[in-house]
């Protein structure tokens, strides 16, 4: 344990941790601190795209979801032209609350508490005792609900509340080929089957997307039942291999898992396998049709997972994906969202058979789920103990790894699939945003 002064400034704090980045180290303080957590909302959050909602989520005129970037509540909504809006949650009047519902259908939100009325689109169209009250001193188009920037990537749906920021293309920084192994299934794309699981969990939200942003390493022991009774396509001696690709200076991470023996596109039907070979580059064909697992991380808390499962021990299964975002609420607890993406035109019987896969495996009380967050949680408590906050934990796997040169994709890929190399990635832009250095 180091003996670093508790009186350490936070500004010191995140300079060193900075620096012990670079040596394969990360503080255990970070899972669970409440200066921590108010320095990402004000340097972190307030600057990053943010996944906001799928566009399947509201696919009419009129639809609507509420969601979050940090502590800010917004509503997300599709108005009468088709286009998509994102809007502060608050009535510009008095600051109530102006849409209490999850997620529903309307063409206009009119606040509870003085009747001002927008469209969906956020603009004021009615005030009340406008002409008797305000005596022409009040312009509606100045009073608006207060607007986020939005844009979009293959249905997923992202939101930044700085105004200078760089685009999202940039931003994802070349992800992109990664993110369409789960969202160019078919010719089609995917969409969400049915509303997200959504529950709170006293989890820190960091430790969710280190996991998802390629921690093969805790697989062949948390989930060991799973290589066990068959259920899962590769054993613990083969489980490594693969490659882990990171996006320096992004913050994006990707593992890709392989397995000798696991046919080109395991898991897939046939007709769907043929439409993918169409969407997808040669490139990306030959990363995916390799790939057993992929389970990667948009920065900072959305992320993605892709494997067969199977109720048939030795069999491959049927292929599913999920896609989850970590909200955080509070230091050490999140709100977690998680939805099983499906190809559009598949049949129903195989998207019926990907969401039975997902729900037990990484539904709200999946098994592989229940194995992760059992964990997860213990470490975010042990992180708030107070002997841990100068606790540092090692990030030193793969520290020499080399690029693999033969790999197509880009970014930073190194083999084995197990390997710390994402991680470090992760940490250090992180920390950049911490700094205020992004």
């Not at 998509?84 to 109530?96: E, S, T």
């Not at 997307?209 to 022991?221: I, L």
């Not at 992004?250 to 898991?267: D, Q, R």
Request: overall charge negative.
């Amino acid at each position: 344990m180091n003996t670093k002064p508790e009186s350490q400034s936070l500004a010191a704090w995140v300079e060193e941790t900075r620096e012990g980045i670079d040596s394969g180290r990360f503080p255990a303080r970070a899972f669970n601190d409440q200066a921590v957590y108010d320095l990402e909302q004000e340097r972190l959050f307030s600057k990053t795209w943010c996944f906001l909602a799928h566009e399947s989520e509201i696919p009419h005129p009129g639809d609507y979801v509420t969601r979050y970037i940090g502590n800010n509540n917004l509503i997300v909504a599709r108005d009468e032209h088709g286009e998509i809006y994102a809007n502060l949650n608050m009535c510009r009047h008095r600051g109530n609350v102006m849409c209490k519902a999850e997620m529903g259908n309307a063409s206009h939100f009119r606040c509870s508490y003085h009747g001002w009325t927008y469209k969906n689109s956020g603009e004021l169209v009615g005030v009340p005792y406008m002409k008797e009250g305000y005596e022409g001193r009040l312009k509606r188009k100045d009073w608006g609900l207060v607007r986020v920037r939005v844009d979009s990537y293959e249905g997923l749906v992202f939101g930044c509340l700085d105004p200078e920021a760089p685009p999202l293309d940039e931003y994802l920084g070349g992800f992109q080929f990664y993110l369409d192994l789960y969202l160019k299934h078919g010719l089609g794309g995917v969409e969400v089957h049915g509303p997200p699981d959504h529950w709170i969990a006293d989890t820190d939200w960091k430790i969710c997307t280190e996991n998802f942003a390629g921690d093969g390493y805790h697989t062949p022991v948390a989930h060991q039942w799973g290589f066990h009774l068959g259920y899962f396509p590769s054993s613990g001696s083969t489980h490594s291999q693969g490659w882990a690709v990171s996006i320096p200076g992004k913050g994006h991470g990707i593992g890709l898992g392989h397995g000798p023996n696991f046919p080109p596109f395991g898991g897939f039907p046939d007709d769907l396998v043929a439409e993918m070979k169409q969407s997808l580059s040669p490139e990306q064909v030959e990363v995916f049709s390799r790939t057993r697992t992929a389970v990667g991380s948009v920065f900072p808390n959305l992320s993605f997972l892709m494997q067969p499962f199977s109720l048939e021990p030795g069999e491959i299964g049927v292929r599913f994906v999920t896609m989850r975002l970590y909200h955080p609420v509070g230091p050490g607890r999140m709100e977690m969202y998680s939805w099983c993406l499906v190809p559009k035109n598949a049949s129903q019987e195989y998207k019926k058979e990907a969401y039975r896969a997902y729900t037990l495996a990484f539904g709200q009380a999946g098994t592989f789920e229940q194995d992760d967050f059992e964990n997860w949680t213990k470490v975010t408590q042990a992180a708030g103990m107070t002997m841990v906050r100068d606790v540092d934990f090692p990030y030193i796997m793969g520290m020499d790894s080399a690029p693999d040169p033969e790999f197509p994709g880009p970014g930073h890929a190194v083999v084995p699939y197990v390997n710390d190399t994402n991680f470090r990635n992760l940490w250090s832009r992180w920390a950049d945003y911490l700094a205020g250095e992004a």
